[in-house]
C-alpha cells in the first residue's frame, strides 16, 4: 500500500507559481514512478507529467511542456510539481499517483485545488 497526500495549491494570479507536493508513505517511495494528473471541472482526468524511479526519464502534456517540471526526492519520500507561468486554464484539481503495476497508476492522493484568475 502507498499512501499520498498532495499540498501546495492555492489560488493565484495569471503568471505566478506554485509548487506542489506529494509526500508518501507505506511501500518504498523509489520503487515507483510518480505522475501528476490534473481534473478541471465537468472534464475527464488528463495526464500531466511523469518521472521514472531513477528521476532521469520525465514526460510532460503538451500543454504544460516549458512551464511545469516534475522531481522527485527519494530521500525524503516526496514528489513534485513546479508549476511556473500559470495560466488561468491550467485551474483544475491536480492529483499525484503512483505506478505500482506497470503501465497501471494504482494508488492516488486527494488532490489539491489551484486555481489561476486572469
Known amino acids: 500500500q502507498v499512501q499520498l497526500v498532495e499540498s501546495g495549491g492555492g489560488l493565484v494570479q495569471a503568471g505566478d507559481s506554485l509548487r506542489l507536493s506529494c509526500a508518501a508513505s507505506?511501500?518504498?517511495?523509489?520503487?515507483?514512478?510518480l505522475g501528476w494528473f490534473l481534473q478541471a471541472p465537468g472534464k475527464e482526468r488528463e495526464f500531466v507529467a511523469t518521472?521514472?524511479?531513477?528521476?532521469?526519464?520525465?514526460s510532460y502534456a503538451a500543454s504544460v511542456k516549458g512551464r511545469f517540471t516534475i522531481s522527485r526526492d527519494n530521500a525524503k519520500n516526496t514528489g513534485y510539481l513546479q508549476m511556473n507561468s500559470l495560466k488561468p486554464e491550467d485551474t483544475a484539481v491536480y492529483y499525484c499517483?503512483?505506478?505500482?503495476?506497470?503501465?497501471?497508476?494504482?494508488?492516488w492522493g486527494q488532490g489539491t485545488q489551484v486555481t489561476v484568475s486572469s
Open positions: 507505506g511501500r518504498t517511495f523509489s520503487s515507483f514512478a
Open positions: 499517483a503512483v505506478e505500482v503495476t506497470l503501465g497501471r497508476y494504482d494508488y
Open positions: 518521472i521514472s524511479r531513477s528521476g532521469i526519464n520525465l
